[in-house]
């Protein structure tokens, strides 16, 4: 039989080939399954799965469907450029996923934003925090069957979507941090937008856990379904609240505080059973934590620049406000040569960003570490073994984001 080759392979570097659907199965009974890209998958992304009855003997992914191609097309703009390419990979959480790329490029530059700039960085963050939970938390309803869910995690979405336009002028992707700062400082009634949207959210929440997290049947779903172990989670390099979700305490808000983060106080949602329903009870306290840091930001924000003045000074021509101003800036300052890395602790977990700088205005390369990628071996195996109507419970207890993982 003609050989048909498999495009992805957990084990990296190497090319997955099948002889024929057999050799999928290792042999034994069991019939192959396309789950995805189209219904019933999500977000396209195709898995092999095979189910002797319906019981999950093996998956096989295949991402790769919304590549973004970051690492490449980064390697050919301008550093200032890198910000609004970089957060399409998760339009949700833009805010933490270009964290890591502007704490890089500061480094690169010898930039360091001024107080009130950090402590709107940690705002914005986690506000957009609570927002992917929120989105995440509305899918898995969906895929449960919980169309109610889904429409009243949508809705709180939006809320939140308003308040980040009268912030950052976007709704979704805001491009909000630039190296040595933030675009946009907030006024008096953006700061009374945000402390509203938080008293709506906790009391939309109440309703929100009732409806669904105390339903009994969302729970029996959830209980029990796609464990690994502390031990698992470990070996396969899971990041973020599904590693936490199976008793790893780790936070890269905690171990290595940026920008404000050191200041607030919070804790790190940690639970023990590392099932479905730990991870999206995780997620559900997360939410809480996130708006205690946003409230103890409001509090706190200091006065002052949110731009380092040093950039400015580059060219006094371009010192005006707004965001033109900020970016003719950065085409009078180079990027020292060397390599930079930085970590940020983004919704889904830690995300990496390693830049190489020849001194030029393009880095020569970027590489670009997002925790759906990270959380994709353990998705799949936490499916294995367990009953493919479960499947659909065990995928978005993971969050997973198609164009996240395909960066």
């Known amino acids: ?24 199965r290792g042999g034994g009974r069991g019939l192959t399954l396309v789950v995805g890209p189209q219904h019933p998958g999500s977000g396209h ?60 490029l500061e480094k690169a530059l010898g930039l360091e934003p001024p107080p009130r700039a950090k402590y709107l960085r940690v705002l914005m963050a986690e506000l957009s925090r609570v927002r992917t ?8 309803g969906v895929f449960l069957g919980h169309t109610t869910a889904f429409m009243w995690g949508f809705a709180l979405m939006d809320m939140y979507a308003e308040v980040f336009a009268k912030i950052a002028g976007a709704r979704t992707t805001i491009a909000y941090p630039v190296p040595g700062g933030v ?4 006024k008096p009634d953006h700061v009374e937008a945000v402390r509203r949207l938080l008293e709506v959210t906790r009391r939309k929440l109440k309703d929100f856990k009732t409806l669904f997290l105390d339903n009994p049947v969302t729970k029996a779903r959830l209980e029990g379904v796609g464990i690994v172990d502390a031990k698992k989670t470990a070996e396969l390099g899971v990041v973020g609240p599904f590693a936490r979700a199976s008793g790893i305490d780790y936070d890269v808000r905690k171990v290595h ?20 329903w730990a991870r999206t009870l995780v997620r559900w306290s997360e939410i809480y934590e996130s708006m205690s840091i946003v409230e103890q930001v409001l509090k706190a924000l200091p006065e002052g620049d949110v731009i ?74 936490a499916m294995k073994g367990g009953r493919l109507a479960d499947m659909p419970a065990v995928y978005t207890s993971f969050g997973y984001f198609p164009p996240e993982a395909d960066r």
């Open 257 to 276: 505080p940026y920008d404000a983060y050191g200041d607030v106080d919070f804790e790190v949602v940690v639970e023990k059973d590392g099932d479905a």
């Open 45 to 104: 992304m195709r898995l092999f799965v095979v189910v002797d009855g319906d019981i999950i003997v093996d998956v096989v992914p295949d991402p790769g469907f919304v590549h973004r191609g970051v690492e490449k097309l980064a390697e050919n703009r301008p550093y200032w450029t890198l910000i609004p390419l970089v957060e399409k990979a998760s339009i949700m959480d833009s805010m933490n996923i270009t964290y890591p790329l502007v704490l890089a």
């Open 308 to 381: 380092d003045q040093a950039l400015l000074f580059k060219n006094p021509e371009y010192r005006r406000e707004g965001v033109g101003g900020v970016l003719g800036v950065y085409t009078y300052i180079y990027p020292e040569p060397g390599e930079y890395l930085a970590v940020a602790e983004a919704t889904r977990g830690a995300t990496l960003v390693h830049l190489w700088a020849t001194g030029l205005q393009r880095v020569y390369r970027m590489r670009f570490v997002t925790p759906s990628w990270r959380n994709l071996r353990a998705m799949v195996e």
């Open 183 to 186: 675009r946009r400082d907030v």
């Open 1 to 24: 039989m003609q050989k048909t080759e498999w495009p992805f392979n957990l084990e990296v570097g190497r090319t997955f080939f099948v002889q024929s659907e057999e050799e999928l």
């Open 133 to 140: 939970h929120l989105y995440d938390l509305a899918l898995l």
